[in-house]
Every structure is written in structure tokens, then in C-alpha cells.
């Protein structure tokens, strides 16, 4: 890679559907060239595809949460996390190596649905604490597949919107 590839990296993370004209443009470069240099990146693995982000206002969620949990000694991180799972509202689920040992993020349209989410997971008996470390209002949110039940959930609010 050079830095033109880095350039159209840069480019394309902004914005992912802007034409390799207007990049080629940008770069003072030829349009095959961008084009070329696109496909080579993808076809050597650096670029894997492009993707949507959703405005978490305009699909109804008024907060995002941040969390760390602490599971009971000799339980199985996996056990949790598919417990975890069910709960529609969280959208991603890290290991965490430090003091705790899960990370993750959830959806709320508003506090009673965050306060009854934090209730449903305190009720799941593997979990030892819970601990709310941020909230944060109008966040993107990328939307990854294969489509997960907090995508689906989405879904009915979004067509409610047109």
C-alpha cells in the first residue's frame, strides 16, 4: 500500500458511496485508476466491504448505554453471553481481560426500558455486578450483518417512519 491507497481508505471510510470520480478528482489521479486500485485492495483482503449506518434518533433510541459485567468464579463466559443475547436491546458483546469480564452496548428509547434491561440482567443468576459506565444520547449505529435481534427490533420502527 501507498499513500494514494491510503488516501482512497480515507476517503471511502468518510464516505463509503462517494463515485471514484470525485475521489480520483480529490487525488489528482485517473478514474481507472481509483477503480483499479479499489479492487486490488478488496482482492487482497484490507478493504472487506463497505457498510450502513443508522441514526439511532430517527429509529426511535434515545440513548446508548456502555456496561461492564463481573461473572460468578468458574462460570462460563459463553453461558452469559447467550444469556446476554436475548435481551434485544444490546447490540454488541466484548470479552474484557481487566477486572470484568464483558463489555457491551445497548439501544434504550428511553430510561424505563435501560432501568428494566439492567433489572433483566442482574436477574440472570451468573452474573455477579453490574456496572453502568456511560450513557450517551443520538449515536450511530452500524449496521452489521447477519441481522441480529436488535437489527430486527428496528425494523417495525423504521417502517412505522415513512
Do not use: H
Request: positive net charge; hydrophobic residues 45%; proline residues 4%.
Amino acid at each position: 500500500m501507498d499513500e494514494i491507497d491510503f488516501q482512497i481508505i480515507s476517503i471511502l471510510s468518510k464516505d463509503a458511496r462517494i463515485p471514484f470520480k470525485e475521489i480520483a478528482i480529490k487525488l489528482g489521479v485517473a478514474p481507472k485508476t481509483v477503480l483499479k486500485r479499489f479492487n486490488r485492495l478488496k482482492q487482497e483482503g484490507i478493504i472487506l466491504g463497505s457498510m450502513v449506518v443508522l441514526s439511532s434518533k430517527a429509529c426511535g433510541f434515545k440513548l446508548l448505554a456502555g456496561f461492564l459485567i463481573k461473572i460468578k468464579s468458574g462460570v462460563s463466559i459463553s453461558l452469559v453471553e447467550s444469556k446476554l443475547c436475548s435481551i434485544s436491546q444490546i447490540n454488541s458483546l466484548w470479552i474484557d481481560s481487566g477486572k470484568y469480564d464483558l463489555y457491551g452496548e445497548a439501544f434504550f428509547r428511553d430510561l424505563s426500558e435501560l432501568y428494566e434491561a439492567i433489572n433483566e440482567i442482574r436477574g440472570i443468576e451468573e452474573v455477579f455486578a453490574l456496572s453502568l459506565i456511560f450513557i450517551s444520547q443520538d449515536q450511530p449505529i452500524p449496521f452489521i450483518p447477519p441481522i441480529s435481534a436488535f437489527c430486527q427490533s428496528l425494523l417495525p420502527k423504521v417502517s412505522q417512519t415513512k
